[in-house]
């Protein structure tokens, strides 16, 4: 092995990296796993927050929960304050409970 490192010693510093990267990856996987679920999740409450809330307008809601990876698919139900969001293969909703309560995730 020590052969192999002193004659390739790029290749095994990214042999090495790779290991490295593998077992963080295996390390933090649950939480890799929920992410894409996260998106959508933090968008629907969000905007319904923002909406329904605090009353702002459309086009200031759905400019403050622009993300760098962006949503697939939005829908907002006016008249039912309801919200669901669609991205990165996940889709969530938001409902509108109440004045006191505010938005709630939908199960």
């Not at 702002?56 to 907002?76: A, E, H, I, M």
């Amino acid at each position: 092995m020590s052969r192999f490192v002193r004659r390739r010693p790029f290749t095994s510093v990214l042999l090495l990296l790779l290991a490295v990267l593998l077992g963080w990856i295996w390390q933090e996987r649950v939480a890799l796993w929920a992410f894409p679920d996260i998106i959508s999740a933090y968008t629907a409450k969000e905007y319904c927050s923002c909406r329904y809330v605090m009353n702002n307008d459309v086009g200031y809601c759905r400019g403050y929960v622009k993300q760098w990876l962006p949503f697939s698919g939005f829908t907002d139900d006016d008249a039912a304050k309801h919200v669901t969001v669609s991205g990165m293969g996940r889709s969530n909703s938001a409902q509108w409970i109440s004045e006191r309560q505010g938005c709630r995730l939908q199960p």
